[in-house]
Every structure is written in C-alpha cells, then in structure tokens.
C-alpha cells in the first residue's frame, strides 16, 4: 500500500517527500563527507555504508574485479557503490559513474571528486517514469566512453527500473565499451519456474502484468519495478553470442530464503566474449 501512494505522487515531488520525512534526523545527525543525508538518498532503503560496502565484496569475490580496474558505474546514484571503491580502486585506476538525477551526480562531485580525482560524474538526463518527468529516451542514448576502455562494470538496481529496449540498447553501448573478458555485475527481477513458485507464495512483492518477455509490478508506472523472463533476458538483451553468464545468484525478493542469496534482486555476473 506504501509503494502504490508513494508510485501515486509525481516524479518531481517523490524527492521533496523523502527530504522532509528525513529533515529532523539530517539536521541532528553527525554530517560526514562521504555520507549523504539520508533525505537525499534516492536507491534502495536500509544501511547505506552497509550495502556500499557489501556489493563491494561481491563485486571482488564473485567479479573478480581487481584495484587496478577501470570501473563504469551505471546508474551510480549518490555514491553507494562510488565510496566503498575510494578505498580500493588504486589511484591510476579510472572510476566513472552517471546517472539521470541531477542531485546524486551534484552531491558526488562535490564530496567525492573533490577529494578523488580519479572519480568523475556524469548527469545524463534521460526520461524514466520513476523518477523524471521528462528527459531524453533510455533506448537511443549512446555511452560517452572509449571503446574496449572497462574492466569492470556495475548496474545495481537499474536494469530492474527499465523496459526491454532501454535495456538492450545499454548492453549494446556495453559491448562497445567494456574489454574482452571484461566483467559486469548487474541485478535484475528475473522470472523463471524457481522464483515463479517463490513469487506465488509471497503476495508482498509480485509481477502481474505479463507484457512481451517482460512484466511490470505496477502497470501505471513502467519504471517502478520491472521483471525480465529468463530465457527472453539471455536470447534477446544480454545476447549470448557476445555475452556469458560466469556466475549467477537468485535473489530473495521472491520469498527465498536469505542465506540462499547474494542480494535481494537476482545477480548476474556476465563477461563480454
């Protein structure tokens, strides 16, 4: 009930909600540079330092990703995935991040770029329903970046807020840009026979709106929550003739127990071929 009222108020308005829910505890907490105020962070719910530092570990144990990486950020919001990596990523080692809200892209560069100058960010307005109003279309936009130039790469929670054809351009401006055997972490709402059974006995978090390879949470807002059929995901999106999956893990979105999951959504590791 929550999630449809908050879906209910305009794009525009959803930030000024969450920054006076959060004012008094920003004005009386102890402000630190490296961490937003809680009425400015607009991805996922939660300890923030937590999570930063927990995909961090994924992104080393499961992706292999090494300190001299060149690092794309995808979606790199208000610096959850951007901080930890300060503490890792050697200093030669290029971090590049963008994202569609202007705030996020504002905050990182002011508290992150200043003191880490291998850490640039990108503001690129592009239209998602969630969380803009206007902006330019997701499945047209090309990456900024060199050819073959990453080694790693990350999409957490971004995949799962797009449509099939924004998606599949991304993985089309990846092949460009990432290495051979270059790696990418990225999370998705997948929808296969295991988390279908999971699903059907979880009532808090479902898909029913069944559209062509894909199926939304909520059919009034696209970009809310977006779930991919499994076998449309490989053949159509990821493409397994440039891309393989290396590692997965099914997430506990669907009612699966905790302890059987990387993370709340489902994870990929895919390297390009």
Known sequence: MLRKIYYSIPSSWRFWVRRLVFLPEDLLSKKSNLMPPKGLIYTGRGDFIGQGNAYLEMFKKHGQLKPNANFLDI????????????????SHAKYQGFDVIELGVTWCQNNITRKFDNFTFKYVPLLNDLYRDTGADAATYKFEYPENH??????????????PKEVANYFDELEKVMKPEGKIFATFFIINEENSR???ANSGFNFNHKLDGYY?????VK???????????LREIIKTDRFKVTAKSYGHWCGRDKEDSWDFQDVYIIEKI
Not at 75 to 90: D, H, K, W
Not at 216 to 220: E, G, P
Not at 223 to 233: I, K, S
Request: aromatic share 14%.
């Open 150 to 163: 990453f080694d790693f790469a990350c999409s957490v929670s971004v995949f799962t807020h797009m449509v």
């Open 223 to 233: 970009g809310a929550n977006v779930a991919f059929d499994e076998q449309y995901l």
């Open 198 to 200: 999971f699903m059907k």
């Open 75 to 90: 979606g790199s919001g208000i610096g959850r995935v951007a901080i930890p990596l300060t503490n890792y990523l050697e």
């Open 216 to 220: 939304l949470m909520d059919a009034n």
